[in-house]
């Protein structure tokens, strides 16, 4: 069984040299792409769940999610719960408010300046997000 890792913050940032996607979802903090330390140094952190905002990680040519309750988690028997988000690897960010989520992009200055939007799960306020205005490196990769 996986451990859910998203309430530690013993997990430090890496300094790199390298331009990396970051994200802080306001339960953890981690970048995109770098192997799971100590416990699974095979798998790969990809991007927020797109149902919890839990972290998520490669597995069986997909991606799981790491909380063990969420319908994308652990839990689930499936080998892969789907296709990776397109916004995983685009200027989009996602954030818990609340109980609420906010999607902004990665220039987000203040709600009064910036493009946001919210939803009750992380996918849903990307939809708005885009909805209101197109993703600018949507066709970006």
């Keep these: 069984m996986l451990r859910d890792l998203d309430d530690r913050d013993d997990m430090p940032l890496p300094e790199r040299g390298r331009e990396m996607k970051i994200y802080k979802t306001g339960l953890s903090e981690w ?10 140094d095979y798998h790969i952190w990809l991007g927020p769940c797109p149902d919890c905002g839990s972290r998520t990680f490669d597995y069986g040519g997909g991606w799981r999610c790491i909380k063990s309750g969420c319908t994308r988690g652990t839990s689930n028997l499936a080998p892969s719960v789907g296709a990776e988000p397109t916004w995983w690897k685009t200027g989009i960010n996602v954030i818990k408010d609340g109980d609420a989520w906010m999607a902004h992009y990665d220039d987000f200055i203040n709600l009064q300046e910036s493009p946001c939007s919210f ?7 990307v939809d708005n997000l885009i909805e209101i205005k197109p993703n600018p490196q949507a066709t970006k990769e």
């Design 31 to 40: 970048i995109h792409g770098e192997k799971w330390p100590g416990i699974n």
């Design 119 to 125: 939803g009750d799960s992380p996918q849903e306020a």
